[in-house]
Nanobody
């Protein structure tokens, strides 16, 4: 299984970015997808996750109302629309897939992408 994340970059505070992640290879028949982020010197933290059907969606409190997660029609894609970005959103963003366990628990994810850097300047 391979995950390819893209869409990161350098933006000013208050602007928007849209991250994309594509899963390929021998993926399970159904799986949830999630976004996590890791800032320098900090642990990887949950951002948002979505179930296979798209019915179950979770967000970290820090991004609620600003970020929106969605899946593509092909199901192997996940997007993270990030609006009203803040300097504290600066981190490497990782996408992952899992099929058993809490969506906000990074230890339950089975595969990860390589990460994409998001930098928000003040």
């Amino acid at each position: 299984v391979q995950l390819q994340a893209s869409g990161g970059g350098l933006v000013q505070a208050g602007r928007s970015l849209r991250l994309s992640c594509a899963a390929s290879g021998r993926t399970p028949s159904t799986y949830s997808m999630g976004w996590f982020r890791q800032a320098p010197g900090k642990e990887r933290e949950f951002v948002a996750a979505i179930s296979w059907s798209g019915v179950i969606i979770h967000y970290a409190d820090s991004v609620k109302g600003r970020f929106t997660i969605s899946r593509g029609n092909a199901k192997n894609m996940v997007y993270l629309q990030m609006n009203s970005l803040k300097p504290e959103d600066t981190a490497v963003y990782y996408c992952g897939i899992q099929w058993n366990g809490r969506l906000d628990d990074p230890s339950k994810y089975d595969y990860w992408g390589q990460g994409t850097q998001v930098t928000v300047s003040s």
